[in-house]
Each structure stands twice: as C-alpha cells, then as structure tokens.
C-alpha cells in the first residue's frame, strides 16, 4: 500500500457531515487562519486541497507561505504564485473563480517544477487552462515561513470557505496521478515524496506524515461533503 496501479483504486464515501474547518463566516471571524506548522522548502512541489469555496469579493487566500508560495481565489480568475528572486511569478487559473463558488465541495491539485515555467493544474478531474499574469524571473526563492491556511492577519484577503485536507509532495507528481487525486483520491494514495497531510478532521488535527503540529486561530469545526478514496494493496 499504496498501489501505483490507478485501476486498483477504489471509491469510499465520506458521506455527509464529514468535518472539516471553517473559515471567516463559517468560523470565527475576517483573521481565521490555521499555521499548519510546516515550513521545508522545496523547488518541485505539488499540492492537494479539499475545500468548500463560499461567495468571493476581491482576492483571498487559500493558503500561502511567506517568501514561497500561495493559492488565491478573485473574482476573476484563481491565482497561483511562486516567488522568485526578480520578479515573482503568478499564473492565473480558468474557468473563473465564480464558476466554483458556492457549488459544494471541490478539489484542486496543482504541480510545478520550481523554474519558471508554468504549473499545472486540475480541478475535479479537469485541466484548468492556466495563463501567465506575472512572467516568473530570476531564482526560485526559499522560504523557511510556514504554510497558512485562510487569512494573514495583515491583511483583509478573508472569506466564507471550509477545508477538509490540504497535502504537499516535495516532487511534481505524475499528471496521470495528479489528475486522479484532483477526484478526490486521498493523497495517502502517492506517498512518494509526500511530506504533509493533514486531513483537517477539525482545525486541531495533526499532519498525518511527519507530525507537524498547526496553530488555529479562529477555525471552527464544520460539516463538509466530499468524496474520499483509497488505494487497494
């Protein structure tokens, strides 16, 4: 176990009222936000996200890390930044965030290679069409802040959401598998380089891989449909 095999892989439903943790509206107040206590560098990355997107106004936050990189929603399109030593790169995401707002559970998985090159990304199963906002130059910065999801305190980049896991490789996972896990495959299903998971039972659960410990402030525990599977051995 795993199985690197996709056609031994099968389906479990969480079902309803699988928990996960709730954000602005669906927590506490605008400054939720979790540190999820992890902060290794690593130029190849990939990243696993499970959430419940609510009704967007500016951009806001997913998750992001100080110097390293970030996930946004806009009323445009989603964003996706690495940060590089002259000019930071910022992909854009289609189709528009509207598209995704207030339309249930979603998962998104996204790859990128450390250069400047564009990342790759799935929503659901589907390629999403990813154009350049901001032409990356210079080096790949690195970063010893850790991963937040939600809010930075700094700043009004709040908004109604509710995550059920976040995951990150310290490798470009295969498109085939990243496509895959973008289903909602459990991220425990490629455990090759994978170096967090946490599946956010509720916003005090720890990484399921290497232990890291978050910090909430202001999350609260929230119902969250999803679809969730596993790896036949």
Not at 62 to 87: C, I, N, V
Not at 119 to 147: E, H, I, N, R, Y
Request: glycine letters at 12%; charged letters at 10%.
């Amino acid at each position: 176990f795993p199985s690197h095999d996709i056609s031994k892989w099968a389906l479990w439903h969480g079902g309803r009222n699988v928990m996960g943790a709730g954000f602005n509206g669906q927590g506490t107040g605008a400054s939720d936000n979790i540190n999820i206590g992890y902060t290794a560098h690593s130029a190849a990355r990939s990243w696993w996200l499970s959430a419940s997107p609510g009704t967007v106004s500016g951009t806001v936050r997913f998750f992001f890390k100080d110097g390293g990189e970030g996930f946004y929603f806009g009323t445009g399109p989603m964003l996706f930044r690495r940060d590089f030593s002259t000019t930071n790169g910022i992909w854009n995401f289609n189709p528009a965030s509207s598209s995704f707002s207030n339309s249930g559970s979603r998962t998104i998985m996204i790859i990128h290679d450390g250069t400047t090159t564009a990342p790759k990304a799935w929503m659901d199963g589907t390629a999403l069409t990813v154009t350049v906002s901001a032409a990356a130059s210079g080096t790949l910065l690195s970063s010893s802040s850790a991963f937040i999801l939600g809010n930075r305190a700094a700043q009004s980049q709040a908004f109604t959401w509710v995550c059920s896991g976040l995951a990150i490789w310290n490798e470009v996972v295969p498109d085939n598998i990243a496509q895959s896990l973008s289903l909602g495959y459990s991220p425990l299903v490629w455990r090759r380089n994978l170096a967090y998971f946490n599946p956010l039972w509720n916003p005090a659960t720890r990484d399921v891989i290497g232990g890291a410990t978050p910090t909430n402030t202001g999350a609260l525990d929230r119902p969250h449909n999803r679809l969730f599977l596993a790896a036949l051995s």
